[in-house]
Every structure is written in C-alpha cells, then in structure tokens.
C-alpha cells in the first residue's frame, strides 16, 4: 500500500461517511413526515435496533470478505439453514418433541449447532474458492441455493415454531437496563470485529490479501488459508444471525431472508468498504446497515407494498457500487 495515498484514501472514506450518514437523517425525516404518528417513536426505534442486530452481524463478516475483494452471496441462505438446525437440535432434545419449555442447557446446545452449521456452510465456500480457485460470485451463488434448500428439506418445507420460551424472553426480547440483549450482543460482535480488522495481524493480512493477493502471497502471507478463514468467519457469523432471528421471530422464517445477502452488500459498501478490496472499516459498517434496515422499516410503517423494498434496496446498491467506483478512480489518480 502507498503511503502517499493513505491521507486521500482516509479523506474519501471520511467524505463517503459523511454522505452516507446525510442520506440516512433524509430518509428518517422523509419517514417521519410521511407517518408522524408511527415512525419517530420510541416503540419504533427499539424495533429497529433489534431487527437491525441481525443484519450488522452479517455485515460485520461481509466487510472482512468484501475488504479481500471476494463476495458471499450465500448468508441469508446459511442463516436460515443455521437457525434450521438449531431449532431442530433444540426439538430433538426436548421432552415430547417440544422445545418450548427448554432448558438453557438445551438452549446452548441450539446455538452451538447453529454455530457449527453456519461454520461448515462457510469453510466449504472458503475451500473452493482459496483451494480450487472458483470464482467467489459462482461459489457463494450456489451455496445461496444450496443451503436454502436443505434448510426447506430438512424441515419439508414447513416453519420450526417451537422455539424455547427462555431463548425467547431471554435474548429475543430481553433487556438489561433498558438496552436489548440482541443489540447488545451485535454491538458486541461489531467492537470484536473492528479490533480484529483495524488492530491485529489478522486485520492487516486481510487488507494485504484485498490490495494485492500475489504481492501478500510474496510477502509470506498464507492467502489460500487466510480466505478460508475469512469465509469460515462470515458463515460462524450467519450462524449466529440465524440463531438471533430465531429467538426474536419464535420461528425458522425460511421465506423471510431472501434480501439479506443484498442488504448485507449494500451495508458494507455504503459504509465505505470497496468491492475491489482493501479498503473498509467496520464502522462505516455500522452507519451503513441503517440505510436498508431504515427503508424496510419505513416501507413497513408508510404501507408500500413489499415487492418495492428489495427493488428500493437495489437501486440504492446501485448507487453505492457507482459511488465505489468514482472514489477509485479518483484514488488512482
């Protein structure tokens, strides 16, 4: 990396900040006129924060694999097969079938196979891409319809309800001096993932990796393995989204995260993460979520039709790739 550069770079990621939280304060206010009544509440706003937990989770894991210039098209699928199995791992080992009076110790034990399930989704996306070299956009696209599909097959097509009321109360809609449990638990894997991207060896290989692979491979960097590790990282994650949707949703939702690898996409990239790699930061992650978690919700309060969010969600997807590439073309110059 240039260090001559590095002032402009942090420049532009400051500019694309700046209008990314602009556009978010339009979007909050044009709501807020549009459903005075509805949309500036306080009610509204806990609602947000909570179903916007989920999505930072998988945008935390999306900007590491975006930074490497690679791209996992599969999370929303792998976090309904994550709270899949972790629902079904929790029925299977409740009395009668029946997890609805579960246990914790059942409960923990739903969370590990989610976060295995999401784990083993990612470190095959991982090995075929770093180990046989397949393109990530090719790979990931049919772990989406992979993983989805398990998920359908292995409940047959039919929602899990039978969620524990401990996991329920406990995460779903638990709160600890008045702070959620589930915002609380997404801020605490974005404050883990910002130190391991901006402060540890790990952070500093996947920049390596998303700036130059063959010059970070020269320099000793292990990329083959370092990608695995990133991909294996982004699935964990999903797992954990899947589990979260869970305890809040009381069900497995399998038609209900059919944009979250979009939303997640568009996050990141708004937050001012390049698709070419080597350049992001989780922060602008952070304020980057709220632009399609505000839109969602917005469009749920207005009464749009629900057909015109992930058409509103692309466009602005569209906008944040065209605003990506002229912040490039002006770093180069």
């Known amino acids: 990396m240039n260090d001559e550069r590095r002032p402009l770079r942090q420049r532009l990621l400051g500019a694309s900040t700046f209008w990314i939280g602009l556009v978010l304060v339009v979007l909050c206010v044009l709501f807020s006129l549009l459903r005075p009544d509805a949309f500036p509440t306080l009610f509204t706003l806990q609602t947000l924060l909570i179903e916007a937990s989920v999505l930072l989770v998988l945008a935390v894991g999306m900007t590491f694999v975006i930074i490497t210039a690679g791209i996992d098209l599969s999370v929303g699928s792998v976090l309904v ?11 299977g080992l409740s009395p009668g079938s029946n997890a609805s009076g579960a246990g914790v110790g059942i409960v923990l034990l739903g969370l590990l196979a989610a976060l295995v399930a999401g784990s083993a989704w990612g470190l095959v996306n991982g090995l075929l891409i770093a180990k046989a070299k397949l393109p990530p956009l090719i790979v990931t696209l049919g772990s989406f319809g992979a993983a989805l599909g398990a998920a359908q097959l292995t409940t047959d097509g039919v929602d899990v309800r039978t969620v524990p009321k401990i996991l329920r109360d406990g995460l779903g809609f ?29 952070g500093r290989r996947t920049f390596a990796v998303g700036s130059n692979a063959e010059a970070a491979r020269r320099a000793g960097i292990p990329v083959s393995g370092h990608l695995i590790r990133v991909y294996t990282g982004v699935g964990l994650l999903a797992g954990l989204a899947g589990f979260m949707s869970l305890a809040y949703f009381g069900t497995t939702t399998i038609g209900g995260h059919s944009t979250d690898n979009l939303n997640a996409i568009a996050a990141v990239v708004l937050g001012g993460t390049s698709l070419f790699g080597g350049i992001g930061t989780v922060f602008g992650t952070v304020i980057g979520v709220f632009i399609p978690a505000v839109l969602t919700k917005g469009f749920v309060i207005v009464g749009v039709q629900q057909f015109w969010q992930p058409v509103a969600i692309s466009g602005v997807l569209v906008a944040a790739v065209w605003f990506d590439q002229v912040r490039r073309r002006s770093r180069e110059r």
Do not use: C, D, Y
């Open 81 to 91: 097969f994550a709270g899949v199995i972790g629902a079904k791992v929790m029925e």
């Open 174 to 202: 638990g709160q600890t001096a008045q702070i959620p449990h589930m915002v609380a638990l997404a801020a605490l894997v974005t404050l883990l993932g910002g130190w391991l991207l901006h402060t540890t060896r790990f």
